[in-house]
Nanobody
Framework: QVQLVESGGGLVQAGGSLRLSCVAS????????MGWFRQAPGKEREFVAA???????????YYAESVKGRFTISRDNAKNTLYLQMNSLKAEDTAVYYC????????????WGQGTQVTVSS
């Protein structure tokens, strides 16, 4: 069983920045895909960003349209950590952010963290 623990959430003013971290209990390079999701009050959980290992020995990054150009996903396999750098935050970014991982390229995610709250005040 893999445990994922998020941190870095908090309260920030609109236009500010936060960096979320997700530490895995198992080597992150063993997970083909790691991603970030979020869920705002009264809404369904939605995709934010993903880091996907490719056979050409690189990681591809994918983003939801709503965060492109503002958020950056990265992973440090030496530290078993996934990051989400969030800049130019908006009130609509307020949500609980979840880290997730899977060993395959596609399909359901196998592992989920407990979430970290991000609140952006306008």
């Amino acid at each position: 069983q893999v445990q994922l623990v998020e941190s870095g959430g908090g309260l920030v003013q609109a236009g500010g920045s936060l960096r979320l971290s997700c530490v895995a209990s198992r080597r992150t390079f063993s997970m083909n895909t790691m991603g970030w999701f979020r869920q705002a009050p009264g809404k369904e959980r939605e995709f934010v960003a993903a880091s996907v290992w490719s056979t050409d020995v690189t990681y591809y990054r994918y983003y939801a349209e709503s965060v492109k150009g503002r958020f950056t996903i990265s992973r440090d396999n030496a530290k078993n950590t996934l990051y989400l750098q969030m800049n130019s935050l908006k009130a609509e970014d307020t949500a609980v952010y979840y880290c997730a991982g899977r060993v395959t390229t596609s399909g359901e995610y196998d592992y989920w963290g407990q979430g970290t709250q991000v609140t952006v005040s306008s």
